[in-house]
């Protein structure tokens, strides 16, 4: 079955970057995009970017563009995303997706002096 | 702000009939974008519920059904049950972008 595996809790502080993976299973990497989406405490999920793991071509917010960097290793089935200029607003699950139907646990990023 | 919009919450006794909506606009729902519906309980990821407007994914109850017109979409829940509670979300596309909205918290009573 489908799996998606996430990094682990990250703590940063303010100005710092934070790289989380997301490990994919059970498919063929290359057959679909991979998204990655977070949810500030309370919020509702905040769509922040995808990339085509055939391609490596990417598509960002308007709103990250310039602090989110989404890559991807082909060779072990694992899509990255990095945000670097930490603000305590970015505390919030991040979570990589498959699609609609397939998402990974979710890694807290607290940002915090 | 998000960009689709939801009520705060909704609440019904066991049993009980409850919808909640989600209203977009032309360049999202309006434009036929795919209206997908999930529910999330504390602590865990959003779980899809309603795929491409009226969907239901294996294992999800026929009691859950959804529909879209013009820029907007709706989820109706009949026969509630205690597990229903939790917040639910409904997402679209703008574009490539991923939308939704900031989440409806349903509460049995």
């Known amino acids: 079955q489908v799996q998606l595996v996430q990094s682990g809790t990250e703590v940063k502080k303010p100005g710092a970057s934070v790289k989380v993976s997301c490990k994919a299973s059970g498919y063929t990497f290359t057959d679909n995009y991979m998204h990655w989406v977070r949810q500030a405490p309370g919020q509702g999920p905040e769509w922040m970017g995808r990339?085509?793991?055939?391609?490596?071509?990417?598509i960002y917010a308007q709103k990250f563009q310039g602090r989110v960097t989404v890559t991807r290793d082909t060779s072990i089935s694992t899509a990255y995303m990095e945000l670097s200029r930490l603000r305590s607003d970015d505390t919030a699950v991040y979570y990589c997706?498959?699609?609609?139907?397939?998402w990974g646990q979710g890694t807290l990023v607290t940002v915090s002096s | 702000q998000s960009v689709l919009t939801q009520p705060p919450s909704v609440s019904g006794a066991p049993g009980q009939r409850v919808t909640i909506s989600c209203t977009g606009s032309?360049?999202?729902?309006?434009?036929?974008?795919?209206v997908h519906w999930y529910h999330q309980l504390p602590g865990t990821a959003p779980k899809l519920l309603i795929s491409r407007h009226s969907n239901r994914p294996s294992g999800v109850p026929d009691r859950f059904s959804g529909s879209k017109s013009g820029t907007s979409a709706s989820l109706a829940i009949t026969g509630l049950q205690a597990e229903d509670g939790g917040d639910y979300y409904c997402?679209?596309?703008?574009?490539?972008?991923?939308?939704f909205g900031g989440g409806t918290e349903l509460t049995v009573l």
């Open positions: 997706a498959r699609g609609p139907g397939n």
């Open positions: 990339i085509n793991p055939n391609s490596g071509v990417t």
């Open positions: 997402q679209s596309f703008d574009g490539s972008m991923w939308v």
């Open positions: 032309s360049s999202n729902i309006g434009a036929g974008s795919d």
